[in-house]
């Protein structure tokens, strides 16, 4: 079974920064990836970042220069560093997992982030 705690959402005025947390934790293996989809409303659930145990990382174009994703691997824990916000990125995050021994993929609840004035 696998766990992924998020935290970290919030609400912020444009040009403002947010940082979004997430632990792991069960059987995710020693090589995975690990990461951040949003969803707006009416809209898909789509990419924002993602890294992987072996350090690659992969942004949206929208977020590119604006976010940030770490992670530590000795903790299974994952940071995205977003500054610059802006109203458009309004929506809730979900944290995302995948188990590459197995191909499976895991989301956590999700968490809002509001961006407005």
């Known amino acids: 079974q696998v766990q992924l705690v998020e935290s970290g959402g919030g609400s912020v005025q444009p040009g403002g920064s947010l940082r979004l947390s997430c632990a792991a934790s069960?059987?995710?293996?020693?090589?995975?990836?690990i990461g951040w989809y949003r969803q707006a409303p009416g809209q898909q659930r789509a990419l924002v970042a993602t890294?992987?145990?072996?350090?690659?990382?992969n942004y949206a174009d929208s977020v590119k220069g604006r976010f940030t994703i770490s992670r530590d691997g000795a903790k299974n824990t994952m940071d995205l560093q977003m500054n610059s916000l802006k109203p458009e990125d309004t929506a809730v995050y979900f944290c995302?997992?995948?188990?590459?021994?197995?191909?499976?993929?895991?989301w956590g609840p999700g968490t809002q982030v509001t961006v407005s004035s």
């Open positions: 890294i992987t145990t072996g350090g690659t990382t």
């Open positions: 995302y997992l995948l188990v590459t021994s197995t191909w499976t993929e895991h």
């Open positions: 069960g059987s995710i293996g020693s090589v995975y990836a």
